[in-house]
């Protein structure tokens, strides 16, 4: 089976769109790969955090993937900081990775401009942190690293400091190939439907998180925008609004989105199927997380199994790395 490896930040409430468009590959993929899902909470630290507040997150973000279909069984879900040889891997990646590399990367001038404008500390481990990504995905000789396009720059580097390591200190890591994720539902912003449903968003009336109110969730469909004249039919580009809640119903019951558009012919039964279609699946969800939350304990004995199963792969490939060095070995 191939390896794959995917991580997630700890930092804020998962919504319909994360759940449609990537949760729902990770549960289809533990079963034909073997699949390491990390909640990457040091990653969360590169931007300020109040005391606790990421600890209480990667336990609420562990529960939500459990809740979401995540099985501990067929797959390897743990926390990153339970992993030593994350941050131990990490430096040895820095050094040898060139500044110019890091400089380039264009997720650090997004979001350190970004910063700069609330605080004004801008972090160097804002500036490093993809080199940390680096050490997390070589750390389980990865093969297949599913990632969107935002990401893609960040595999190109991991293979370059790959590719540098093993021509300097031998044949140590596994070169990770960047892949595109099946296609999840298309889901926009219900208020704004030519963007992406986003936590970040100005308004969250446009967005569905996966533990909200579920009457809430049924308002939300129910005032989404939908576009000029009566036509219901999937074109993402002359109709997004219609599109999307085609898209969301679709995804939801699994049918093509083109083939329920030629089922209506009024926008508001539209929007209560798909209402009634996502309180349906989010339902069970909401249900399994609720039973997760009661017993934190469980959880968090899930985490560390987790841990002690990443341990067994990363603590080998970091060995590895170490003796290929050839710093003194530890006593």
């Known amino acids: 089976m191939p390896r794959v490896f995917s991580g997630i930040q700890p930092t804020g409430d998962l919504h319909l769109g ?3 468009g990537a949760v729902r590959n990770w549960v289809q993929d533990q079963h034909v790969a073997d699949s390491f899902y990390c909640i990457v909470d040091l990653h ?3 931007v300020p955090k109040a005391p ?3 600890g209480t997150s990667s336990l609420e973000m562990a529960q939500t993937l459990l809740a979401c279909g995540l099985d501990p069984d067929a797959c390897t879900l743990f926390v990153q900081s339970h992993v030593p040889e994350h941050a131990e891997l990490s430096w040895l990646i820095q050094c040898v990775t060139a500044m110019g590399e890091l400089n380039r990367m264009t997720q650090f001038k997004d979001k350190s401009a970004k910063q700069a404008t609330k605080t004004d500390l801008v972090s160097v481990g804002l500036f490093t942190y ?3 990504q680096a050490a997390d995905i070589l750390l389980y000789d990865t093969d297949r690293v599913p990632v969107g396009e935002d990401q893609r720059q960040h595999i190109e580097l991991t293979r370059d400091v790959a590719e540098r390591f093993n021509a300097r200190f031998g044949d140590t890591f596994v070169i990770p190939q960047a892949t595109i994720p099946r296609a ?3 889901v926009m912003d219900l208020q704004e439907p030519t963007d992406k449903m986003s936590k970040s968003a100005a308004s969250d009336a446009g967005v569905v998180y996966l533990m909200d109110d579920l009457s809430v969730t049924a308002k939300k469909f129910k005032r989404a925008v939908t576009d000029s004249g009566g036509e219901v039919r999937y074109d993402p580009e002359g109709k997004p609004g219609v599109s999307n809640l085609l898209s969301i119903l679709g995804a939801a019951t699994g049918r093509p989105a083109e083939e329920l558009g030629e089922q209506y012919s009024q926008y508001g039964p539209l929007k209560a199927d798909t209402a009634d279609a ?3 699946l989010l339902t069970p969800i909401q249900e399994r997380f609720r039973e997760l939350a009661d017993d934190p304990a469980g959880t968090s004995e899930l985490l560390a199994i987790g841990a002690e199963k990443a341990r067994a792969v990363a603590g080998g490939v970091y060995a590895r790395a170490v003796e290929h060095i050839g710093l003194l070995p530890r006593a």
């Open 44 to 46: 969360a630290l590169t």
């Open 184 to 186: 999840g539902a298309r």
């Open 130 to 132: 993809p080199a940390l």
């Open 52 to 54: 606790g507040e990421v």
């Open 18 to 20: 994360n759940l449609l």
């Open 278 to 280: 996502v309180v349906e």
